[in-house]
């Protein structure tokens, strides 16, 4: 089975900056797409931003000039740096991942979530 495990949520003032990692771990055979969803309270979850193994980076057009997605395929671990944060950007974000746990196996797997708050 996959694991995946976020990091780096917390509370920011508006303007400020946050780095989510989220690092999947167990059965890898290679991981495909990565990406960032997010829920804020009483709104559906949306797709942040998704990176796939080549670098192909696909943004929302909310946070497209502040975030930037990245991933250390080595480390099956994808970033998300969030820069002017504000307090739209409130909600739980959420990794999720495509991954093949062998060569004709794939499977979507989700972490946990990691709260982001942007409040003065």
């Known amino acids: 089975q996959v694991q995946l495990v976020e990091s780096g949520g917390g509370l920011v003032q508006p303007g400020g900056s946050l780095r989510l990692s989220c690092e999947a771990s167990?059965?890898?055979?290679?991981?495909?797409?990565m990406g960032w969803y997010r829920k804020a309270p009483g709104k559906q979850r949306e797709l942040v931003a998704v990176?796939?193994?080549?670098?192909?980076?696909i943004y929302t057009d909310s946070v497209k000039d502040r975030f930037t997605i990245s991933r250390d395929n080595a480390k099956n671990t994808v970033y998300l740096q969030m820069s002017s944060l504000k307090p739209e950007d409130t909600a739980v974000y959420y990794c999720?991942?495509?991954?093949?746990?062998?060569?004709?196996?794939?499977?979507?797997?989700w972490g946990q979530g990691t709260q982001v708050t942007v409040s003065s």
């Open positions: 999720n991942a495509d991954v093949f746990s062998s060569a004709i196996t794939i499977g979507s797997y």
């Open positions: 167990g059965s890898i055979f290679s991981i495909t797409a």
């Open positions: 990176i796939r193994r080549g670098g192909r980076t």
